[in-house]
Nanobody, 118 residues
Framework: QVQLVESGGGLVQPGGSLRLSCAAS????????MGWYRQAPGKQRELVAD???????NYADAVKGRFTISRDNAKNMVYLQMNSLEPEDTAVYYC????????????WGQGTLVTVSS
């Protein structure tokens, strides 16, 4: 199992930056693929970025070149650095963990709201 707690959301102006953090607890963290998803009002939840236990990253086209996902296994932390934010980035952002430890396991954080507005 893994439990996730997100922080770092808030209000930021267009063009600004924000860093989201996800603190993970649980023995399977280092075996997990970690991801950030977001859900805007009236839209489906979508993948923003993820990072495997080996460090391979994947980004949605909409955020490539602007967002960076990283992890610190020693601290059981996952981050999403968001630069050049746009109003279209406004959403609730969720931390996600996925692992196969004999069976598929998935966990979600509670979500943190990011609002990009002037």
């Amino acid at each position: 199992q893994v439990q996730l707690v997100e922080s770092g959301g808030g209000l930021v102006q267009p063009g600004g930056s924000l860093r989201l953090s996800c603190a993970a607890s649980g023995s399977i963290f280092r075996l997990s693929t970690m991801g950030w998803y977001r859900q805007a009002p009236g839209k489906q939840r979508e993948l923003v970025a993820d990072i495997t236990s080996g460090g391979s990253t994947n980004y949605a086209d909409a955020v490539k070149g602007r967002f960076t996902i990283s992890r610190d296994n020693a601290k059981n932390m996952v981050y999403l650095q968001m630069n050049s934010l746009e109003p279209e980035d406004t959403a609730v952002y969720y931390c996600n963990a996925r692992a196969i430890v004999g069976r598929f396991i998935e966990a979600w954080g509670q979500g943190t709201l990011v609002t990009v507005s002037s």
